[in-house]
């Protein structure tokens, strides 16, 4: 009979699940219609339940005037946070704590004289407020990318939160290779490495693995390119109805993880969906 087992280090961050927890209470007891600037967290489906419950994404700072506008986990570009409180009624910062950790390193760096370079990927919203903080900042998203860089004088790197350790680590090599004066902030976040090692462990062991989270969002995919490598027969999913089930067929072992915007209701979903479908247990 094959099993089901969830990592040990799976779903909603404490970043996320802070962010969900101030929209929720601002949507039920506050007097404002709210609004968030860009979507508060990267999961579709947690997305469409709040704008179900009125609360409306805006892509500009100023189009939420007489509504409280959140700022995102992500972080927002100093200009968009000016923006914003200057056109909303009121700004209400979701901004994840460890996001707001890079913004302060990197802020730091730069006003030590450092050119900024960002290991993440390029355009995603978190590395645009943060590459706002320093003027002349560059992203990198490979080793070779990073070897590449000419710059002149003292360089500061940061990660952005999601990013794997060996990225990271490949990329710091390579700019010490090339530069004399390299300072290195990890800024990885804690809630990241943790699933991405217990994603990995997981993988190693399974026949089969099911990483559910939205197909936007960076530390997901970052989970499934993992467990992929352990187990070629991994699927990431947002909901449960895209699952393939019959290439679960002859699996003993079912591994699932999800991503640090994936709501703990969603891998209930999924495992009630399994046992459903193929009437198997968990462990
Ligand atoms: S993954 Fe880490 S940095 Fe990102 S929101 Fe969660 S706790 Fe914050």
Known sequence: MPRIEVASEAGACFGVERALGMVDELARVGSLSVATLGPLIHNPRVIGQLEQ???RVVEAAD????SMLVLRTHGSTPAEEALARETAEAVTDATCPL?????RAVERMYG???TVVVVGEAGH???????????????????EEAAALGIEGPVGVVAQTTITHELFEACCEALSRTHDDVEVADTICDATTKRQAAARELA????CMIVIGG?????????????AVACPNSHHIE???ELDVSSLEGCDLIGITAGASTPAAHIEELLDYLHASLGIESS
């Open 53 to 55: 419950e009125g609360v």
């Open 63 to 66: 189009a939420a005037s007489g």
């Open 99 to 103: 996001v707001k950790r890079v913004h």
């Open 112 to 114: 030590d004289g450092r």
């Open 125 to 143: 919203p978190e590395v645009v407020a943060t590459m706002a903080r320093a003027e002349g900042s560059l992203c990198v998203g490979s080793a």
């Open 204 to 207: 190693e062991r399974a026949d």
């Open 215 to 227: 197909k936007n969002s960076a530390n997901t995919r970052h989970l499934y390119d993992i467990c």
């Open 239 to 241: 909901s449960p109805d």
